[in-house]
């Protein structure tokens, strides 16, 4: 029987070969859409789930509340969390504290030539990172390797990129030119599903030593990303429940003092990647984004209905050429279980070739996504169960669905009706294939729509007026290594850098458009406005930074060498005037403001911008004159002969800043970053 149905199959296949074509063609390219979009779900719900404690592992989240309003929603807590949660709940078996750094790091050689690279991604952690988190050494001993100030522990890459081939255990390199620490083990590097990425890990107890141990004791200090490990038996939320009460009766009287209060939440480390959007997140760039996720598993579900519906679709439009065959075996003999067998077992063999198909047509296109999305989505692909099962789910549910109804028709035909020419369709068989072609393209239109309308609110967002002008503008990362004479080292750079045809205008500052504000301090009015401090957004910028980005003065004036006393003098953004509660912007000019300890001036009021994505709200920002902020040089340049203009800027660079790397990004792609998980 077996062996009939199968070259029965071949012949009907082999007969009707555009029908087979379209049918296979369509559930193939069905289900490689489904498996492609379901590897990069896959890889988004993997998100730090790798460490072996991940269920029992969460972090601090830190919300502030001045004067009754929250002021902000922090990913990092403060440095005395962590060791009030463990030394007064039994339920916290461990806490990790992790400090971001970044800047030059430099390895001597042993010929004596330096080798220096920018660290984008240090932490400096307390020793129970190894304990806590799954981050496997290949050499050195996770429980002591970060004891004590001067230690390191690099990843396999790191150890590469600065030793070679040499030995790093026992090596020591130097940060910022200043601080040595010694390598005291070696990690396997970092998974690229983890919410938090690292190179170097630092010791903890160094940083104690260099803050006067505020490290440990800070309850005003929230750079920390603070995670604690619980016990299996523990309950999170009774746990927050007990601790919010610790806090409440520890905490009162300094948070009464300043109408203050603060909040520390405990949030599952699963959790972070996609249902997190806080200040200070560790990958920023990267949150993915919970909604997507479950929006991209409803289209894979539409994909598959629609591909199966077209075959149904298909088989049953042919079912007036399939009477005849029907009619023909049922006179011969054939029972209706026999002939829903042959339908069945094409709908098998279609379905079986269409799976083949998809699975050569993902794999093919899997390096596509990857560069789509950015991610290491097609590593071990097939060496990963979950990726077969589904596979042999989409074959057998694809010949179920889209085999059987055809199957029921088709095997249904009275055979005297069909010998006579006549066949009769049910009006409610009519329906439901009126019903399946409106949904097939009623589905398809949805999907399609969507698809252009997300794309254009994202590229309206990309070229949407961001109040700043970002525009052919090329940033070069500030020095890290500087001696005494970096100051006037600077003025001379910008002054030869200015000479340059190609360059119109050069500012230097430690922040520029689509870089998260890190500094923050208290604000307050000398006289007037909120009774307490609020927290208010740091930039240092020099005197040209205004003109430089084409940012707007609503008032007052901008920053300029004709007046001394500008070092203590600031401008504020119009959300910060509001914040402030001044009455009009004219009336905040020259008024006296305390920011953090020192009293200041206004002289200067800024039209908001867009210092992050459009998604983002516009923050309060105090804008401050230290014309040697060393972390971003701005330089508007032209196009034209851009290749030379690099290269009399790396020779400039190394004349001045000798030590430090030249690294440079356009600042355009910079903060277009931002929309980079929206796209993929």
């Known amino acids: ?106 390895y001597l050689q042993p010929d004596g030539t330096p080798l220096a690279f920018r660290e984008e991604k240090m932490q400096i952690a307390s020793p129970s990172v190894f304990s806590v988190f799954s981050f496997p050494l290949s050499q050195g001993d996770s429980e002591t390797a970060l004891e004590g100030p001067g230690k390191a522990v690099v990843s396999e890459s790191a150890a590469k990129r600065y030793f070679g081939k040499e030995e790093p255990m026992g090596k020591v390199l130097q940060w910022q030119d200043s601080n040595e620490f010694v390598i005291t083990g070696v990690m396997k590097d970092v998974p690229a599903n983890s919410h938090i990425k690292f190179d170097l890990l630092l010791s903890y107890q160094t940083l104690n030593v260099l803050s006067d141990n505020e490290s440990e ?93 077209n075959y149904v679709n298909l088989s049953t439009a042919r079912s007036v050429e399939r009477a005849n065959e029907v009619g023909v075996r049922k006179a011969l003999g054939a029972v209706r279980q026999q002939l829903m067998g042959q339908f069945i077992f094409e709908a098998i063999l279609i379905n079986l070739i269409a799976t083949l198909l998809a699975l050569l047509l993902t794999v093919m296109l899997l390096p596509q996504l990857a560069t789509l999305t950015g991610q290491p989505l097609s590593i071990n692909l097939l060496a990963q169960p979950w990726f077969w099962l589904t596979l042999l789910g989409l074959f057998l549910a694809g010949t179920f669905l889209s085999g059987l109804y055809p199957a029921f028709l088709l095997s249904g035909f009275d055979p005297v009706t069909v010998l006579k020419g006549k066949v009769n369709t049910s009006p409610k068989g009519i329906l439901l294939r009126k019903g399946l072609v409106i949904f097939q393209f009623g589905a398809s239109v949805a999907l399609i729509a969507g698809t252009l309308v997300v794309y254009q609110q994202i590229k309206y967002m990309m070229h949407l007026d961001l109040g700043v002008d970002i525009d052919q503008t090329l940033v070069l990362r500030g020095a890290g290594v500087r001696d005494s004479l970096y100051a006037d080292n600077l003025n001379t750079f910008k002054t030869e850098v200015s000479r340059n045809t190609h360059i119109r205008a050069v500012t230097v500052s430690s922040n520029v458009p689509g870089n998260e504000i890190f500094w923050t301090r208290g604000i307050k009015r000398l006289t007037g406005g909120p009774e307490n401090s609020t927290v208010i957004y740091n930039v240092a910028v020099d005197y040209d930074y205004i003109d430089a980005f084409g940012l707007t003065l609503k008032a007052g004036r901008n920053f300029s060498r004709d007046f001394p006393t500008d070092e203590h003098a600031i401008l504020l953004n119009e959300a910060a005037i509001r914040m402030l509660e001044f009455n009009n912007l004219e009336e905040a000019i020259h008024e006296k403001i305390v920011l953090g300890g020192d009293t200041v001036t206004l002289v200067g009021v800024l039209e908001d911008y867009h210092q992050m994505s459009l998604k983002s709200t516009t923050a309060p920002i105090v804008f401050l004159l230290i014309p040697d902020a060393d972390t971003f040089y701005s330089l508007k340049v032209q196009t034209k002969n851009l290749s030379q203009t690099l290269l009399e800027l790396n020779a400039l660079w190394n004349e001045f800043f000798p030590g430090n790397p030249f690294e440079y990004f356009f600042l355009d792609e910079y903060f277009n970053r931002q929309y980079k998980s929206d796209f993929g």
């Open 1 to 106: 029987m077996f062996r009939n149905y199968l070259k029965t199959a071949f012949r009907n296949l082999l007969k009707n070969k555009s029908f087979t074509i379209i049918n296979m063609l369509g559930v193939a390219i069905g289900m490689s859409a489904c498996l492609l979009i379901l590897r990069y779900v896959v890889y988004e719900l993997s998100y730090d789930k790798f460490h072996a404690h991940a269920d029992r592992i969460y972090r601090i989240q830190y919300n502030n509340y001045q004067n009754g309003i929250q002021t902000f929603a922090c990913a990092a807590a403060v440095p005395a969390v962590g060791p009030a949660l463990k030394n007064n709940f039994p339920e916290v078996q461990e806490f990790v504290r992790l400090f971001p750094i970044s800047g030059i790091m430099t």
């Open 217 to 309: 004791t800070s309850w005003g200090w929230y750079d920390f990303n603070t995670y604690v490990l619980l016990d299996p038996e523990a309950d999170p939320q009774v746990l927050q429940a007990k601790w919010n009460a610790w806090l409440a009766a520890n905490r009162a009287e300094e948070w009464n003092k300043y109408n203050a209060r603060q909040d520390f939440l405990l949030q599952p480390l699963t959790d972070i990647h996609l249902y997190s959007n806080l200040l200070q997140e560790s990958e920023p760039e990267e949150q993915g984004d919970g909604n997507a996720v479950v929006f991209l598993l409803i289209i894979v579900g539409f994909i598959l209905l629609i591909a199966w519906v």
